[in-house]
Each structure stands twice: as C-alpha cells, then as structure tokens.
C-alpha cells in the first residue's frame, strides 16, 4: 500500500516561533521519519494542497455548495458567506469560525435579515441555508478574489482581504456588514451571555474548480469538501480513522490510501501551544510510530507526509529507508528556522 497522510498542523503556522513551541517535543518515530526520509520542503496553503490532492484549479465550492442546499442558484453568482467571530488585538485582528459559535436558528434568521435590508441595493442576497452555513448571492461575478476560510482561521484577516480588480469595492463591503453586525441586538444578547459575537462573515469559494479527479483508491478524511470531492472522483470514501491500526483495516486490500488527519489543527490555527503539543505527542502514539514500524515489516510500501504552512514539507518514506541508520534522526524543531 503507497499511503499519502496528510496532516494539517503539524507544522506550527508562525515559522519565527516555531522552533521554540516545538523545543523538547520526543517524537522519536516522526524524528525517524523526517531523518531517514526524502525531506522536500514544500511551502502551501491547505487549499492548495487541497486543489493538488484532487487535481481542481481551484478550491471554489460556493455554487455548488448553495445548490446542494436546496438554494437556487441560476443566473446568480455566489458566494460562501460563513459566520465568525473577529477578535481585535493590538496589531492584528485574527478570525476564529463558526465551530465556536453555536449559533441558533433565530439568530441566524435576524442577522441575515438584517445583512439583506442594508445590502438590497448593491443586489446582494444572503441566505442562511442552515444556522451556521451561509450564502451570498448577486446578480455578477464580483470581480474580486477571495482567501478560502481554511487558510484564514487564526490568521490577521488583514493581510488576506479581498483583492483584484473590484477587491477595494467587496473590502468596504466587508467594513458595513462588520459596523452593522456589531450593533445588532443579537450580539448585544450574546455577549450579555458571555457568548462571542457573530461579528463578521468571512467571503469565499466563487468561481470555477473543475471536476475533482484522485489517483487513490480510498480517501479517509472528516473535513467536508475531501469527502465531496472524492465522491465526485469516484473514490471510495470514509470518515478518518482513529490510528494506524483503524487504518489497516479499514484499507482493504487499496494500493493508493489518501488520509486526512486533523487532530493537531485546531490547536495550531488557535495558537494553542499546549494543546497542540499534546496532539502531536498522541499523533506519535497513534500514528507515526506504527507508520514506522509497517514500513520496517514491509507492510506498508511508502509512506508520503505532508503537511502545510510557510514551513510546510513532504517527507518520503520507504521501508529501505527506515534501515539506513547513517542518516540521523531529525526533530521536528529543526525543520523550523532559529533566532
């Protein structure tokens, strides 16, 4: 079996930083790994090593999104308009997403009430398909490009507003509907209840991705779109298994396993230093010290692993490699640059 693991987080998203956070961490199968492997650093955002995974030009699901929601979407153009909280520190104002939200029916219906009065004349509809997934719709393209929610989450929305040519127009838009869901009295409600305000919508997905295709012959992953888009591939799909061992059997007898495993993601997105350690260290125990163990045993024919980030790599692992002891083991805090 040639498995491609894919797992966001594990390199820390701030490269000035991260040797630091990743100092002491015994990860000494995924040291093994990165030491005896082919190391190729390969710097991307999640949505690019998304768009590769599945061969599409882009991550742009907005359209068809809104279409499986039950919306109607001809002769309009859309957009995903997500919920999520903004939280202003001193210089930088970073966006945490829905998942911390808990956002009910009433709520959304008001804010997106709301949104819909003071944006009926730039011809833009927002439509809450469900409480926490909504939608924009207007009567063009907009003209602008948009940072999909996967590479902003726990990043300064600052430095990925939106650009091109209409970027400064969809900007003063994103401005107004900020301004106008800070007052509203749902917020007021909220915050009254020591609950985050619903104080932005994060705009993306518009535009043309092309047909999803995959080389694989299983994909295991929780998040969304991998499993729509390895549907639409064809590929046979499945939530992602617990450990190593969960994914032996669940492989079935596949030469070419693609696996999605986020467990140290929201603690890196979040800047959850302890968190995120205590991931790695049970990715270790899960994970990388069985993956190792299958490639001595011959049981598994190549490992690929990758990650993403500034710092993001791909290590190659084959069972001859894992007997090449002149190569030294390499700690995950070296692959990050010092002070």
Not at 179 to 203: F, I, K, Q
Not at 262 to 280: F, N, P
Request: proline fraction near 6%; hydrophobic fraction near 50%; charge should be negative.
């Amino acid at each position: 079996m040639q498995l491609s693991l894919f797992v966001p987080g594990l390199a820390w998203p701030d490269p000035h930083t991260a040797a630091e956070v990743a100092r002491g961490l015994e990860l000494p199968a995924l040291s093994t790994l990165l030491g005896r492997g082919a190391l190729d650093p390969t710097p991307a955002t999640f949505s690019e090593l998304t768009a590769i995974a599945f061969g599409l030009r882009a991550i742009a699901p907005a359209r068809r999104a809104a279409e499986a929601a039950g919306l109607a979407v001809s002769g309009r153009s859309w957009l995903l308009a997500e919920p999520g909280h903004l939280r202003i520190d001193r210089d930088r104002a970073t966006l945490a997403d829905v998942g911390i939200l808990a956002i009910d029916r009433a709520e959304a219906d008001a804010l997106v009430a709301a949104l819909n009065a003071h944006f009926a004349e730039d011809g833009l509809v927002f439509h809450a398909a469900e409480s926490g997934r909504w939608f924009v719709s207007m009567p063009e393209a907009s003209g602008a490009t948009f940072t999909p929610l996967d590479d902003v989450v726990g990043e300064d929305v600052n430095a990925h507003l939106p650009g091109g040519d209409a970027g400064l127009k969809w900007s003063r838009f994103l401005n107004e509907l900020q301004m106008l869901l800070y007052t509203h009295p749902v917020n007021d409600a909220r915050e009254e209840r020591g609950e985050p305000a619903v104080n932005t919508v994060w705009l993306w997905g518009e535009g043309d991705e092309g047909e999803p295709s995959s080389r694989a012959g299983l994909v295991l992953a929780d998040h969304p779109l991998w499993q729509d888009y390895a549907r639409r591939a064809g590929v046979r799909v499945d939530a992602a298994p617990f450990d190593y061992a969960a994914l032996a059997e669940a492989a079935g007898g596949a030469d070419r396993v693609l696996v999605m495993v986020d467990a140290a993601q929201a603690a890196a997105q979040y800047r959850d230093v302890y968190g995120w350690r205590e991931a790695l260290e049970a990715l270790e125990e899960r994970w990388f010290a069985p993956l190792l163990a299958a490639l001595r045993a011959r049981r598994l024919g190549e490992l690929n692993l990758v990650c993403h980030g500034d710092a993001g790599f791909t290590a190659t692992v084959t069972p001859l490699s894992t007997w090449k002891a002149w190569r030294r083991p390499r700690a995950l805090a070296t692959l990050f640059p010092s002070d």
